[in-house]
Each structure stands twice: as structure tokens, then as C-alpha cells.
């Protein structure tokens, strides 16, 4: 995989395409994961809450790809968003994972219910200056929340994951996460079990490109300045997912693959403004 990384606005870079690992867990989880990083990928992307980063450690040792070609990304849970507790839980995780550091690390979701995401936050920004993590930044954080963490602490965060694919494009959130110097990650990058692959937009572009319809929303992601991290257990499924080099969507493609967005696109009404996750 060769396309260009991402500039990150604390200077590092970012594959341009990761591999999201939840829910992989255990033998089977660890030997899909190793599968993974032999195929290519070298953005690894975990979480507290996904249960699975000591199986994402495992495989990152059998893999035996050099540590300085590797991102790997987990995330503090909301339980653990007070100060302390966000520094014990990601010193914890880089633990479980058998690391040394992070090389991302996020707040999971806002949980705005609770208020402890500024204090999490500056928990990250404490963290990145110890050298524990290298780069920081959330995940479902809106305008709002994002303003909030930059004014009280004045530290922007480099990334923001959030649920973006077809249904959902986020066109408003990618513009104010671009306005910041924040690059966008997308989960549930397809869609997962809404994957939109029958639809013309995508069903088309992919006749007229010989690839397959994941492709075609992979390669759109790419297009529209968005980071994905599609998950799969399958080798095969692994490598297709990583061959966007062949190909690029017209700009009518795109705009036709973006105009699928529904208002009730999400997945499970994960609005950050009421979800919480603990």
C-alpha cells in the first residue's frame, strides 16, 4: 500500500488507509490481525472497550514488521475519564499491547453526560509530553466538544474518528474537522451490515473500474481526504481492501456515492450528544 500518508498537525504521519480489529478476539483474533500487518497495513487501530489489546500485542510480535512502520492507535473509555484515571488507563493499555508508547491514542467517545472529557483530554496532552503517547486526539467528538478541549487547554487534536460511509458521509463534521488541521478517521468505513454494494453509485463505478464494490467506498474515503479502517478475518478480503492504487473515482462518482447520505444514516443512533459509552 502506497498511497500517500497523511500529515498529522503535530507533524507526524498516518497510513492512509488502517485496520480496525474489533471485535478480534482471541487465537482466531491474533492470527487475523498477524494476517493483517503481513499484508500490508501499518495502521492498527484498537481499544479498551474492544477487550482485544493484548491479542493486537500477540500479533504484532508475530507479524515481525519493524516497530518504526507501525501506528498503532487504542482508546481511554469513558469510565476512565478523570485525569488520573485517563493517565492509569493508557499506561495500562500500552502495557497489555507489550509496548513502550502509543503512537495514538484517542478519547473513545465524549460522554458528555458525564463532563470529563476536558480533563481526559488533558490527560493526553500530558501524556504526549512524557513521552508515553505520540500523537493524541478523540473519536465522535463534535464542533462543539472540539472547541471546547482546543479553549481550555489549547492543544488541537490531530485526529477525529468518527462514523463515516455512504449513509453518513459527515460532510459537515469532515469540513470543521479540516477548518481545525484535524484529520478525519472513519469507522464502520462501508457501512457494516448496511454496506450500500447493490446500490448504482456503487455498483456502477465498480463495473466501470473492475474492482469490487468495498473498493470503490474505500477508494471514495480516500477522495474525500478521509482515513478508513475496514475490518476483516479474511486474507483475501484483507489484501482487496488494501488495493486502491489501480483506480481513482470521478469526481461525479464521488459526489454520487456522497449523495447516498440519509439523515438517519448512522449505524445505531451513536449521536455523541447523548451516547455514552462506558
Same mark, same amino acid.
Given at each position: 500500500?502506497?498511497?500517500?500518508?497523511?500529515?498529522?498537525?503535530? +507533524?507526524?504521519?498516518? *497510513?492512509?488507509?488502517?485496520?480496525?480489529?474489533y471485535?478480534? @478476539?482471541?487465537?482466531?483474533?491474533?492470527?487475523?490481525?498477524?494476517?493483517?500487518?503481513?499484508? +500490508?497495513?501499518?495502521?492498527?487501530?484498537?481499544?479498551?472497550?474492544?477487550?482485544?489489546?493484548?491479542?493486537?500485542?500477540?500479533?504484532?510480535?508475530?507479524?515481525?514488521? %519493524?516497530?518504526?512502520?507501525?501506528? $498503532?492507535?487504542?482508546?481511554? %473509555?469513558?469510565?476512565?475519564?478523570?485525569?488520573?484515571?485517563?493517565?492509569?488507563?493508557?499506561?495500562?493499555?500500552?502495557? @497489555?499491547?507489550?509496548?513502550?508508547?502509543?503512537?495514538?491514542?484517542?478519547?473513545?467517545?465524549?460522554?458528555? +453526560?458525564?463532563?470529563?472529557? $476536558?480533563?481526559? &483530554?488533558?490527560?493526553?496532552?500530558?501524556?504526549?509530553?512524557?513521552?508515553?503517547?505520540?500523537?493524541?486526539?478523540?473519536?465522535?467528538?463534535?464542533?462543539?466538544?472540539?472547541? @471546547?478541549?482546543?479553549?481550555?487547554?489549547?492543544?488541537? *487534536?490531530? $485526529?477525529?474518528q468518527?462514523?463515516?460511509?455512504?449513509?453518513?458521509?459527515?460532510?459537515?463534521?469532515?469540513?470543521?474537522?479540516?477548518?481545525?488541521?484535524?484529520?478525519?478517521?472513519?469507522?464502520?468505513?462501508?457501512?457494516?451490515?448496511?454496506?450500500?454494494?447493490?446500490? %448504482?453509485?456503487? @455498483?456502477d463505478?465498480?463495473?466501470?473500474?473492475?474492482?469490487?464494490?468495498?473498493?470503490?467506498?474505500?477508494? &471514495?474515503?480516500?477522495?474525500?481526504?478521509?482515513?478508513?479502517?475496514?475490518?476483516?478475518?479474511?486474507?483475501?478480503?484483507?489484501?482487496?481492501?488494501?488495493?486502491?492504487?489501480?483506480?481513482?473515482?470521478?469526481?461525479?462518482?464521488?459526489?454520487?456515492?456522497?449523495?447516498?447520505?440519509?439523515?438517519?444514516?448512522?449505524?445505531?443512533?451513536?449521536?455523541?450528544?447523548?451516547?455514552?459509552?462506558?
Amino acid at each position: 500500500m502506497t498511497l500517500a500518508a497523511r500529515t498529522l498537525n503535530d +507533524g507526524t504521519t498516518l *497510513p492512509a488507509i488502517g485496520f480496525g480489529t474489533y471485535p478480534l @478476539r482471541g487465537a482466531e483474533g491474533v492470527e487475523a490481525i498477524t494476517s493483517a500487518i503481513r499484508t +500490508g497495513y501499518r495502521l492498527i487501530d484498537t481499544a479498551v472497550n474492544y477487550e482485544n489489546e493484548a491479542e493486537v500485542g500477540e500479533a504484532l510480535r508475530r507479524a515481525g514488521v %519493524p516497530r518504526d512502520e507501525l501506528v $498503532v492507535t487504542s482508546k481511554i %473509555p469513558g469510565r476512565h475519564h478523570a485525569h488520573a484515571d485517563a493517565i492509569a488507563s493508557t499506561k495500562e493499555s500500552v502495557h @497489555r499491547l507489550g509496548l513502550d508508547h502509543l503512537d495514538l491514542h484517542l478519547i473513545h467517545w465524549p460522554n458528555p +453526560g458525564v463532563d470529563r472529557y $476536558v480533563e481526559a &483530554w488533558q490527560a493526553l496532552v500530558d501524556l504526549r509530553e512524557q513521552g508515553v503517547v505520540r500523537s493524541i486526539g478523540v473519536s465522535n467528538f463534535t464542533e462543539a466538544h472540539l472547541d @471546547r478541549v482546543v479553549a481550555e487547554t489549547g492543544v488541537v *487534536p490531530a $485526529v477525529n474518528q468518527i462514523e463515516l460511509h455512504p449513509y453518513f458521509p459527515q460532510e459537515q463534521m469532515r469540513a470543521a474537522n479540516e477548518a481545525r488541521g484535524i484529520v478525519t478517521e472513519s469507522w464502520s468505513p462501508m457501512g457494516k451490515r448496511q454496506a450500500p454494494f447493490d446500490e %448504482p453509485a456503487v @455498483r456502477d463505478a465498480a463495473a466501470t473500474h473492475a474492482v469490487t464494490p468495498g473498493q470503490v467506498i474505500l477508494r &471514495w474515503q480516500h477522495q474525500i481526504g478521509a482515513v478508513p479502517i475496514p475490518k476483516s478475518a479474511t486474507p483475501a478480503r484483507q489484501a482487496q481492501n488494501l488495493d486502491l492504487e489501480g483506480f481513482t473515482l470521478t469526481e461525479a462518482e464521488v459526489a454520487a456515492i456522497t449523495a447516498l447520505g440519509r439523515p438517519d444514516g448512522r449505524l445505531f443512533g451513536g449521536d455523541p450528544d447523548t451516547h455514552e459509552e462506558m
